[in-house]
């Protein structure tokens, strides 16, 4: 029982966070919910281990992580309508951000699991492809190749989203 | 460094919602753990009887299952109904219907409560996305969304689609992905425009349509469906080849009808089997990758399901009682029973799965039907997925 109040209070505190973290990795609300849900049910079987480290959060959005890369959902009809987005007057600010993250989303959805995490990973939490490496148990190698070719696909369906600069040279 | 994708990345995460929830999860976790040790028990037991090993297929999380209807029950209206409340999640709804004509319709959620929704008008132009989480209705000329896991609802007014008086807006049809639902403003049937509406997003984006290309939109331009590639699929100019170009069909007994993705669906069960007759207009849906068109025959009404190559992959027949609604997620749907008799009606679901090889064809064999719910003899229905019926 303490155990699950625990759980709760921590929760609550860190929802909004692992939600962001849950749909920034989907691009879905109901997907989101649904990796969030997931994570938390294996975290609650799991929660003396995830508060042994001190780190509950860190070992929450591990389990996050490697669900996402292992995910077994039935493969998801993507809806692609990039070339409808319309073109922004300069300075309409507000409009431009929608739409860009409009592109996002839908560009999300087109990436497999692994490159949207290493993605997130990389331009989101701001890590270096060493620490992303650590993160996901794998070789720098492995990173190099899945942002590699996200970004490639990225730049194929939604090249506003990488027009402002090379990212490809972004620190390693 | 910032790059674009690092801002944009920054701009998105203001969009995500909070979805955590832990007594959801604890509940969740109750019942897989209850769950594992009734089937360790079962496994114990039989192994000790007669060394029989049971197969169990691992459960499937129950917070990642797509909501079922769930067998036997039946539907009837509360006595008490709640409006369905703006702006709260209520849960993935599995069913609209209403219990008569001109009565309140309810959506029915996947634990089983119902909602009164509030319409104007007070009937037709429902709809519910093909994962039951977005519910469309009709206010006054304008259309609204609720988004039933979410909580948000957002409207889309009439006039920001046609300014032409007289034209409402009505649910066409739900895209591959099902956040996208598309909408025609028509007035009597006669369309003016289409527009894609994004529900995920909040207020939901609207795209107005192109036409496809080299083509106005007339009266007679209809997306059965829109394909995973983003492309509708419609009849095919090739149909004015066959007759005179009407809106209505019925009256015209089609034995092919050629699509606009170059496909051609052909009526070849026998002699007399057509695709529409002197009381029958077209009835097409597409669900995913797969076409499902109703025929007419001297031996009955059948569904007929091809793949967009326009190839027969089972042949559905309906006993006499049966009207077609169309593919859902509980397989090709069909009513059984008289629409306003005093009884009742069944929504049985047909599986193109169960499927036995005969010298006529491929067809249904009896076990591929399915009783899901029984509902009053005057109930109309809406199933997840359906939008123009």
């Known amino acids: 029982?303490?155990?699950?109040?625990?759980?709760?209070?921590?929760?609550?505190?860190r929802g909004p966070a692992l939600s962001r973290t849950a749909f920034l990795l989907t691009g879905d609300h109901a997907l989101a919910e649904d990796l969030l849900q997931e994570t938390l049910v294996k975290t609650a079987a799991r929660w003396r281990r995830a508060?042994?480290?001190?780190?509950?959060?860190?070992?929450?959005?591990?389990?996050?992580?490697n669900q996402m890369r292992t995910w077994r959902r039935p493969r998801r009809l993507t809806f692609l309508t990039v070339g409808e987005v319309p073109?922004?007057?300069?300075?309409?600010?507000?409009?431009?951000?929608?739409?860009?993250?409009?592109?996002?989303?839908?560009?999300?959805?087109?990436?497999?699991?692994?490159?949207?995490?290493?993605?997130?990973?990389?331009?989101?939490?701001?890590?270096?492809?060493?620490?992303?490496?650590?993160?996901?148990?794998?070789?720098?190698?492995?990173?190099?190749?899945?942002?590699?070719?996200?970004?490639?696909?990225?730049?194929?369906?939604?090249?506003?989203?990488?027009?402002?600069?090379?990212?490809s040279e972004v620190r390693s | 460094m910032t790059t674009p994708l690092n801002r944009v990345y920054r701009e998105l995460e203001q969009d995500a919602r909070d979805y955590a929830d832990p007594d959801r999860a604890l509940a969740a976790l109750r019942r897989r753990r209850t769950r594992r040790g009734l089937t360790a028990a079962s496994l114990a037991i039989v192994i000790g009887v007669g060394g029989v090993v049971l197969h169990e297929r691992a459960p499937t999380p129950a917070n990642l299952a797509v909501p079922a209807l769930q067998p036997p029950g039946v539907i009837e209206p509360p006595g008490n109904a709640v409006a369905l409340p703006a702006g709260t999640a209520v849960g993935r709804g599995v069913l609209i219907y209403s219990p008569c004509r001109n009565c309140a319709n309810f959506l029915v959620t996947a634990d089983g409560r119902q909602y009164r929704l509030d319409s104007t008008p007070a009937s037709g132009n429902f709809t519910l996305s093909p994962d039951g989480r977005y519910l469309g209705m009709p206010v006054g000329e304008n259309y609204r969304s609720f988004d039933l896991i979410g909580g948000g609802t957002a409207d889309i007014r009439r006039d920001a689609v046609t300014e032409r008086p007289g034209y409402v807006l009505r649910p066409w049809v739900w895209t591959a992905d099902p956040n996208f639902l598309v909408l025609a403003a028509h007035r009597?049937?006669?369309?003016?425009?289409?527009?894609?509406?994004?529900?995920?997003?909040?207020?939901?984006?609207?795209?107005?349509?192109?036409?496809?290309a080299g083509r106005k939109i007339t009266i007679g331009y209809m997306a059965y469906g829109y394909l995973s590639t983003g492309t509708p699929l419609e009849l095919d100019e090739r149909i004015h080849e066959q007759?005179?170009?009407?809106?209505?069909?019925?009256?015209?007994?089609?034995?092919?009808?050629?699509?606009?993705?170059?496909?051609?669906?052909?009526?070849?069960?026998?002699?007399?089997e057509t695709f529409s007759d002197k009381d029958h207009g077209l009835q097409i849906q597409v669900r995913g990758e797969r076409i499902y068109a109703v025929?007419?025959?001297?031996?009955?009404?059948?569904?007929?399901?091809?793949?967009?190559?326009?190839?027969?992959?089972?042949?559905?027949?309906?006993?006499?009682?049966?009207?077609?609604?169309?593919?859902?997620?509980?397989?090709?749907?069909?009513?059984?029973?008289?629409?306003?008799?005093?009884?009742?009606?069944?929504l049985v679901s047909l599986s193109p799965t169960a499927v036995s090889l005969s010298s006529t064809g491929v067809s249904l064999s009896?076990?591929?039907?399915?009783?899901?719910?029984?509902?009053?003899?005057?109930?109309?229905?809406?199933?997840p997925g359906m939008a123009r019926y």
Do not use: W
């Open chain 1, 51 to 65: 508060m042994r480290d001190g780190n509950p959060e860190g070992y929450v959005r591990k389990i996050m992580l």
């Open chain 2, 295 to 346: 025929t007419y025959s001297a031996e009955g009404t059948a569904v007929v399901q091809y793949d967009l190559r326009g190839r027969r992959l089972a042949r559905m027949p309906l006993m006499a009682d049966e009207t077609p609604l169309g593919p859902s997620e509980y397989g090709y749907t069909v009513i059984r029973g008289q629409y306003g008799s005093e009884g009742s009606q069944t």
């Open chain 2, 366 to 383: 009896s076990t591929g039907r399915r009783e899901l719910l029984t509902l009053p003899g005057t109930a109309t229905v809406v199933l």
């Open chain 1, 1 to 13: 029982m303490a155990d699950h109040e625990g759980f709760r209070e921590f929760v609550l505190a």
């Open chain 2, 188 to 212: 009597d049937g006669d369309v003016d425009s289409y527009v894609m509406i994004d529900m995920s997003v909040p207020g939901a984006n609207i795209h107005r349509l192109p036409p496809p």
């Open chain 1, 87 to 167: 073109e922004t007057a300069a300075g309409a600010d507000e409009a431009s951000q929608a739409e860009r993250k409009v592109l996002l989303k839908r560009a999300l959805a087109v990436l497999a699991p692994r490159q949207r995490v290493v993605l997130y990973l990389r331009f989101y939490e701001d890590l270096t492809e060493a620490e992303t490496a650590a993160q996901l148990d794998c070789s720098i190698g492995t990173v190099k190749r899945h942002a590699h070719d996200a970004l490639k696909r990225l730049r194929k369906v939604a090249p506003r989203l990488l027009a402002e600069s090379d990212i």
């Open chain 2, 243 to 272: 007759t005179p170009f009407s809106r209505q069909t019925e009256g015209v007994a089609f034995k092919e009808v050629p699509l606009s993705n170059g496909s051609t669906l052909k009526a070849e069960h026998s002699p007399s």
